[in-house]
Every structure is written in C-alpha cells, then in structure tokens.
C-alpha cells in the first residue's frame, strides 16, 4: 500500500515551484498526496524564513502535523530549514530536515528515513548552477511557474535570502526554453517566469545574456502564448526591456517593481542601490511605453528609524504614481541582518498603524485602476469559477464563460467592483 503525504508551502513562487516539483517526484514513486489537513504518513512543510513571524507559521504547522498523526513522519524544508536547522531539531516530531539544495532529491531521502531524526543541509554558498528540479506539470490548470533563476548577489540590510539561497544562478537559456515548451505541449496558455533576483538572470552563464535576450529568443520560437515576468528590480528594467515588453505580442503588461521605500534616506539605509528619482523614472517611461500596464510594488512600513517624515515621504511618492497595487510589509527584525540591531527600532503600533495607511492607499489604487478599463476590452484567460485574467493581471468575472476554461477570450467590461472588473466575452482572441 502506498503511503499518503501531505504537502504545505510558505514564502515565494520560487517555493510554490518546487513544493510542486516535489510531488510531481513524489507522485511518480507511488505516494498518495493528500491535503494538509487530513491524516497523512508523512508531512511535508517547504518553509520560509523571511521574518520571524514566517518562521512561528513553520513551526504551528509542524504542531499541527503532529496532532493530524501523532505517528506521522515529518519533514522540513525550505529556507528556515536551511539557517535554523539546528533549532528545528530540537522540535517534537520533526523527522528529517532539508536544505534547499536537498529538496529536489526528496524521495531518496524519505526512503532512508528512520526513527532517528537528522538534518541534511549542505553549503548553499557552494552552489554554483541553477539547475532545479524537473517539473513536467503544474497544480494550476491555466498558468505555469518556471523558475529560471536562484539565489541572490545583493545585500539589502533587511534580507535574510541570499544566505538562505546562496549566490545568483541561472538556469541555462536552453534548459528554460524547453521548460516552457513543456508547459506549452501540455495546454497551458501563460508561463510565469519566476526568480529570487529574476533580473540578474543571465549574468553568471557562459556566454553571459539576460532576462531580455531569453524573452527574445522565447518569443522568436513562438513558445508560448502569454509570457509574465515576475519581480525586477528597478535598477534592472532598461530602455530596451521595456521597448521589448512593449511591442511584444507574447509579454504580459504587468511588472512588479520592488521600491520598499519612498524616502531616499530611508532607502539608503535599507542599501537598495537607487534613489526615489530613478524609480519614478522607470515606472513613468513603462507607462508611457505601455499605458494600459500594471505596475505593483513592495514597501516596508516601519523600517528601523524610519521618521513621521520619512513615512509622509513613502506615503506621498507612492500616492504620486501610477501603480496599480502594493503587497505592504510591516518590517520584522530578522536575525542575521545589519537591520536587527538598527536603532531607533519603531514601535510595533507605529508599524501596525503606517502598514494599514499603506494597504488602504494600495486598496484605492487598486480600484482606480480596474475602474479605469470599464467601457474597453482586455484579453482575458478563462479560469475556473467564471473569473479569468487580464494580460494586464486584473482579475475578471466573466459572464457566460462555461466551456471557455483556459482559453484566452476578448471581454468588454462592463463594471468594477473591489478593484475586480466584469465583462462578457466578445471573441476568442
């Protein structure tokens, strides 16, 4: 009989992508997956160490795990079982712990597993390719992740990542290629690159190249349909990338722009490696390149000494342009980094209260930019549950959609509501 496992994720698509991977292995070798909640034989959680609070939400779940099957086996993994492997050790039930380099061998490692718990953790500094491992399908029936790009060079004063992922490495131009011709072969209509530092993608291969050149050659071998790039840094978004993003049929008018900070000397102290300047830059020339884009953005409230002034700074700049939507972090001292033992920290209700200001004012954004595409037409791919998504990643209840499912159709919307549009579909684009 086979044993069933139950797999959960925390963290960032990069996680999302190789939870996936694990059970696709996993499934191959004759598990059963089942659902986090039920009672399972073994439990798997793909961590994530960002903050302290994402490192408690491992730990609940290990908790968790344990009261669903006393007698379950379970693992750990990720990026808080990569820097705090002996701390996880030392919790009840917790069998076996992997590095982030061990993950992709997850089956061998679970049929020597016995009763005597250990950690396998290498040296992610050693690492120097980007391979990942094979993924031939994805959970989501419309949209793929591909990750073609691991670890990071930069040293942001607030992040835990590179050491938890080690330096910058690629994927090599044609094992990404293939990837996405694979997720193509298999029906799926849009592919998702994905990153830890997905700008510096390229950089370390033999010849060199970059995010630009791999979307070139993507889209002259007609691989796939419809092409995102998930997060740049705005340092990294040049004149010909966004010429390229502009005239392409394949690429997505959506990027997400990490700012962090709206204040300059905010962002000095964070060591981000731009001023407020050359981010208004960037998000000005894509909207005049493109003006129907969708530009989000990251910003930390509260990050040590950060002032009432600096705060109005953030909150005005932001205010000032035309993003379409925030993902608002309150800053959360993480061990390990030059911002832990920053001084002044703010207070926790200073923090509390600037990052509910900030998710308001994202929230309003949010809305005035769905409300600005009533009345117009937008390519959207037919999801489940009648709602489908935009190129430029609004989402988008669709009437009359039954059997249209990870087609991609022209809507004319008809409404907004909540920063959500509604329409009816007109063609298959």
Do not use: W
């Amino acid at each position: 009989m086979s044993k069933t496992i139950a797999i959960t994720t925390l963290g960032c698509k990069i996680n999302q992508f190789e939870s996936a991977a694990m059970t696709q292995a996993l499934e191959q070798n004759g598990y059963s997956m089942v659902p986090f909640s039920d009672k399972a034989d073994i439990y798997v959680i793909n961590s994530c160490t960002v903050t302290a609070k994402t490192d408690a939400e491992s730990r609940r779940l290990i908790r968790r795990a344990t009261r669903l099957n006393p007698e379950a086996r379970v693992v750990v993994t990720g990026c808080y079982a990569q820097m705090n492997a002996e701390e996880l050790l030392k919790l009840a039930g917790v069998n076996l712990i992997l590095g982030n380099s061990e993950k992709k061998d997850i089956v061998g490692f679970l049929e020597g597993m016995d009763d005597q718990p250990r950690a396998v953790v290498s040296d992610i500094s050693l690492e120097k390719t980007g391979d990942t491992a094979p993924l031939e399908t994805f959970a989501e029936h419309t949209r793929a992740f591909l990750q073609v790009q691991n670890g990071c060079d930069a040293r942001c004063a607030y992040c835990i990542v590179p050491y938890a992922r080690g330096a910058s490495r690629s994927v090599a131009v044609q094992e990404a290629l293939d990837g996405m011709a694979a997720f193509a072969a298999q029906g799926f209509q849009e592919i998702v690159l994905t990153g830890i530092h997905l700008g510096a993608y390229g950089l370390d291969l033999a010849p060199a190249t970059d995010l630009l050149g791999l979307m070139q050659k993507a889209q002259e071998q007609g691989v796939v349909r419809r092409l995102r790039i998930g997060s740049v840094e705005p340092t990294e978004v040049s004149k010909q990338l966004i010429d390229f993003m502009a005239r392409s049929p394949m690429v997505c008018p959506h990027l997400h722009l990490p700012l962090q900070s709206g204040s300059d000397s905010v962002l000095s102290r964070m060591n981000r490696g731009y001023d407020t300047a050359l981010f208004r830059e960037v998000v000005q020339s894509l909207a005049s390149a493109m003006p129907e884009v969708c530009i989000g953005s990251d910003v930390i409230a509260g990050f040590p000494g950060e002032s009432d002034q600096e705060f109005d700074e953030t909150y005005r700049f932001i205010d000032s342009l035309p993003l379409a939507y925030l993902h608002v972090f309150p800053f959360s001292q993480r061990p390990g980094t030059p911002a832990a033992t920053m001084t002044p920290q703010v207070h926790p209700k200073v923090i509390k209260e600037r990052a509910e200001a900030l998710r308001v004012l994202s929230e309003r954004k949010k809305s005035d930019y769905a409300a600005g595409f009533v009345g117009r037409e937008l390519r959207v791919l037919v999801q489940k549950g009648e709602k489908g998504l935009s190129r430029n990643y609004l989402t988008v209840l669709i009437e009359e959609s039954k059997g249209l499912v990870n087609r991609e159709v022209t809507v004319q919307v008809t409404g907004a509501k909540d920063g959500e549009l509604v329409g009816r579909v007109l063609k298959e684009s």
